[in-house]
């Protein structure tokens, strides 16, 4: 006849790593303060009670090898599988029984079920955790209503999900604008309403692009919340100058901080005490430097890079003998960002043994000859032996050479040229684009705006025959060491001249809102490329800047931009109603830009 179970209580608790994830775990059979059903229970039948051994992990290794190959352990001497070919009545929990692998499986469950209940009727009540500390007070004034409702809606629009149209549609893509608000509203001084830290913490954590400013936005009390959090323990990596960090003038916290302290806060420590106290900075950082790990050394020696001085110079030289290469190669770098250091000197030495004046018939030029081999005293001065694939060893070795060269020596070794006279010269035997783009990464390193106009020529001259570099990448590190208004003087002529199709780098370093003439070039660039046919996707990461730094008072200029004309007959087809849209698009952005920048005025 078929066996038949008897729903009950089970007996027996399981072990702490018993039981689901989340599930509290029970107390051991009759400890005091245990609820009823967990203790002992002689009045059970043996047929019925779970084993012993029972534990969490058999129900889950049932339920994922299948109750057919793996029954699970539903009472002492009856095995799933027996239920389910007996085609019982009833399964342990009062689960119906039904024959076959169904059976199988509610035996299961029902099992699994009371196992989770049993767990939890035998916990005991753990002592309280106790409080944090209070949140930090924030001085900053709140924000203005209005904008405190913008930033909701900012927030909210963030965490919806994206539609499938891209960028179609003339709605503002307000994810693009929270940087830009959160930029203003830090402008202001603003502090973040408490209600809205948690969503501002998801965003940052979502968007690294956004954590500078929304971590200043948040203020200590999203530092304080985030401390809670380990999801947002992201934000206690940017939090020098915090209140979570000591106070940098308090040697003794300082030192335990530095001791004791997680990589993050170690590195957030360093950039408070640097910004406060470049030298005191440096001391702490030797304190510890021999046992320091490698990848731990190679971002503290970084860290000098802010407030780089002469002063740093013996340190870095201590840090080229370091057995790290990566440290060695950054250590060579700051130094022969210092003129005066003693790596400078040296590296000089050897680029003036290679590069000279020389003629070309009866004009003068520039003669190169690059180094035959890369010594020992080389290598130690930051110099990487090997080349990157499809690199010749001696250029490699030259541009090495001359980038880590004070660009002052070059003047005196030409007869008294200066910048753009020098970069003008022809380059004997082909030396030229290597020579010019180690020139470049010199008026990079050392902030040279002399060299770099010499280097980024006119321009309305075209890349390919620009004096310095072709490569608009280097052209616009080039532009960043110019002052912010000849940056974007330079680049709108730029635009004039070549149009947008090669301007997109070059506009990503102008200061925002782009001030004029910037923005009206690159209003009649698109406007030219709406005339020509082209769809406006070719632009689309152009029209995406126009919409963040275009000056918001550029949209009624905008207008009549945004009627649909006549297509050309050799325009593509549809192209003008697409460009219409998107200058729709970016008026309208740009008038919800000057709707948010008047929320945020302080006598709103």
């Given at each position: 006849?078929?066996?038949?179970?008897?729903?009950?209580?089970p007996?027996?608790?399981?072990?702490?790593?018993?039981?689901p994830?989340?599930?509290p775990?029970?107390?051991?059979?009759?400890?005091?303060g245990?609820?009823?059903?967990?203790?002992?229970?002689?009045?059970?039948?043996?047929?019925?009670?779970?084993?012993?051994?029972?534990?969490?992990e058999?129900?889950?290794?049932?339920?994922?090898l299948?109750?057919d190959?793996?029954?699970?352990?539903?009472?002492?001497?009856?095995?799933a599988?027996?239920?389910?070919k007996?085609?019982?009545k009833?399964?342990?929990?009062?689960?119906?029984g039904?024959?076959?692998p169904?059976?199988?499986?509610?035996?299961l469950l029902?099992?699994?079920?009371?196992?989770?209940?049993?767990?939890?009727?035998?916990?005991?009540?753990?002592?309280?955790?106790?409080?944090?500390?209070p949140?930090?007070?924030?001085?900053?004034?709140?924000?203005?209503?209005?904008?405190?409702?913008r930033l909701?809606?900012?927030l909210?629009?963030?965490?919806?999900p994206?539609?499938?149209?891209?960028?179609?549609g003339?709605?503002?893509?307000?994810?693009?604008?929270?940087?830009?608000?959160?930029?203003?509203?830090?402008?202001?001084?603003?502090?973040?309403?408490?209600?809205?830290?948690?969503a501002?913490?998801?965003?940052?954590?979502?968007?690294?692009?956004?954590?500078?400013h929304?971590?200043?936005?948040?203020g200590?009390?999203?530092?304080?919340?985030?401390g809670?959090?380990?999801?947002?323990?992201?934000?206690?990596r940017g939090?020098?100058?915090?209140?979570?960090?000591?106070?940098?003038?308090?040697p003794?916290?300082?030192?335990q901080?530095?001791?004791?302290?997680?990589?993050?806060?170690?590195?957030?420590l360093?950039?408070?005490?640097r910004?406060?106290?470049?030298?005191?900075a440096?001391?702490?950082?030797?304190?510890?430097?021999?046992?320091e790990?490698?990848?731990?050394r190679?971002?503290?020696?970084d860290?000098?890079?802010?407030?780089?001085?002469g002063?740093?110079?013996?340190?870095?030289?201590q840090?080229?003998?370091?057995?790290?290469?990566?440290?060695?190669?950054?250590?060579?770098?700051?130094?022969?960002?210092?003129?005066?250091?003693?790596?400078?000197?040296?590296?000089?030495?050897?680029?003036?043994?290679?590069?000279?004046?020389?003629?070309?018939?009866t004009?003068?030029?520039v003669?190169?000859?690059?180094?035959?081999?890369c010594?020992?005293?080389?290598?130690?001065d930051g110099?990487?032996a090997?080349?990157p694939?499809?690199?010749?060893?001696?250029?490699?070795?030259l541009?090495?050479?001359?980038?880590s060269?004070?660009?002052?020596?070059?003047?005196?070794?030409?007869g008294?040229?200066?910048?753009?006279?020098?970069?003008?010269?022809?380059?004997?035997?082909?030396?030229?684009?290597e020579l010019?783009?180690?020139?470049?990464?010199a008026?990079?390193?050392?902030?040279?705006?002399e060299?770099?106009?010499?280097?980024?020529?006119?321009?309305?001259?075209p890349?390919?025959?620009?004096?310095?570099?072709?490569s608009?990448?280097?052209?616009s590190?080039?532009?960043?060491?110019l002052?912010?208004?000849?940056?974007?003087?330079w680049?709108?002529?730029f635009i004039?001249?070549?149009?947008l199709?090669?301007?997109?780098?070059?506009?990503?370093?102008?200061?925002?809102p782009?001030?004029?003439p910037?923005g009206r070039?690159?209003?009649?660039?698109?406007e030219?490329?709406?005339?020509?046919?082209?769809?406006p996707?070719?632009?689309s990461?152009?029209?995406g800047?126009a919409?963040?730094c275009?000056?918001?008072?550029e949209?009624?200029?905008?207008?009549?931009l945004?009627t649909?004309?006549d297509?050309?007959?050799?325009?593509?087809?549809?192209?003008?109603?697409?460009?219409?849209?998107?200058?729709?698009?970016l008026?309208?952005?740009l008038r919800?830009?000057?709707?948010?920048?008047?929320?945020?005025?302080?006598?709103?």
């Amino acid at each position: 006849m078929p066996r038949t179970t008897t729903p009950t209580t089970p007996t027996t608790t399981a072990s702490a790593a018993d039981g689901p994830t989340g599930a509290p775990t029970g107390a051991p059979t009759g400890a005091p303060g245990a609820h009823p059903a967990a203790g002992a229970n002689t009045d059970v039948p043996a047929s019925t009670r779970l084993p012993a051994a029972t534990s969490w992990e058999e129900f889950v290794t049932s339920a994922l090898l299948g109750t057919d190959r793996r029954p699970p352990p539903v009472a002492s001497g009856t095995r799933a599988k027996d239920v389910a070919k007996s085609g019982a009545k009833g399964a342990p929990g009062g689960a119906p029984g039904h024959a076959g692998p169904d059976g199988a499986a509610a035996a299961l469950l029902s099992a699994a079920a009371l196992h989770t209940v049993r767990r939890r009727a035998g916990l005991l009540p753990a002592p309280a955790a106790p409080r944090p500390d209070p949140a930090p007070a924030d001085p900053r004034p709140p924000l203005p209503e209005a904008a405190r409702s913008r930033l909701n809606r900012l927030l909210a629009d963030r965490a919806a999900p994206s539609g499938s149209g891209g960028r179609r549609g003339t709605a503002p893509d307000l994810t693009e604008l929270i940087p830009q608000w959160l930029a203003a509203a830090n402008l202001h001084g603003y502090r973040a309403p408490d209600a809205a830290l948690p969503a501002l913490l998801d965003a940052a954590r979502a968007r690294t692009d956004l954590r500078p400013h929304a971590l200043a936005f948040a203020g200590p009390r999203g530092l304080w919340l985030a401390g809670l959090n380990p999801e947002w323990k992201f934000a206690l990596r940017g939090a020098s100058g915090s209140s979570l960090l000591p106070d940098v003038t308090d040697p003794e916290a300082v030192h335990q901080l530095w001791e004791e302290g997680l990589f993050a806060e170690r590195v957030a420590l360093l950039a408070a005490v640097r910004a406060h106290e470049a030298g005191a900075a440096r001391v702490l950082l030797a304190t510890t430097w021999a046992a320091e790990r490698a990848e731990d050394r190679l971002m503290f020696v970084d860290s000098l890079r802010n407030g780089l001085s002469g002063a740093d110079e013996d340190f870095l030289e201590q840090a080229l003998a370091d057995r790290s290469r990566n440290v060695r190669t950054t250590a060579a770098e700051l130094l022969s960002a210092l003129p005066e250091s003693a790596l400078a000197r040296r590296m000089a030495a050897r680029a003036l043994s290679c590069v000279s004046p020389g003629l070309t018939g009866t004009d003068p030029s520039v003669a190169v000859e690059a180094p035959h081999e890369c010594d020992a005293a080389m290598q130690r001065d930051g110099v990487v032996a090997l080349p990157p694939s499809g690199r010749g060893e001696r250029s490699w070795w030259l541009g090495q050479l001359v980038e880590s060269s004070p660009l002052a020596i070059w003047p005196e070794r030409f007869g008294g040229r200066d910048a753009r006279e020098i970069v003008a010269l022809p380059v004997a035997d082909g030396w030229s684009e290597e020579l010019h783009a180690a020139w470049c990464r010199a008026a990079v390193r050392q902030r040279d705006p002399e060299w770099a106009r010499a280097l980024l020529g006119t321009p309305s001259t075209p890349p390919s025959n620009s004096p310095g570099t072709a490569s608009l990448a280097e052209r616009s590190k080039l532009l960043v060491v110019l002052p912010a208004a000849e940056r974007a003087g330079w680049v709108a002529e730029f635009i004039a001249a070549h149009g947008l199709s090669e301007a997109f780098q070059l506009l990503g370093v102008c200061p925002t809102p782009w001030a004029e003439p910037l923005g009206r070039s690159v209003v009649d660039a698109l406007e030219i490329a709406r005339d020509a046919g082209s769809y406006p996707w070719s632009f689309s990461g152009v029209m995406g800047l126009a919409e963040r730094c275009l000056n918001p008072a550029e949209a009624g200029h905008l207008e009549v931009l945004t009627t649909t004309p006549d297509e050309p007959a050799d325009a593509s087809p549809g192209a003008n109603g697409y460009w219409s849209e998107a200058f729709q698009r970016l008026v309208s952005t740009l008038r919800l830009r000057a709707e948010m920048d008047a929320e945020l005025a302080p006598d709103r």
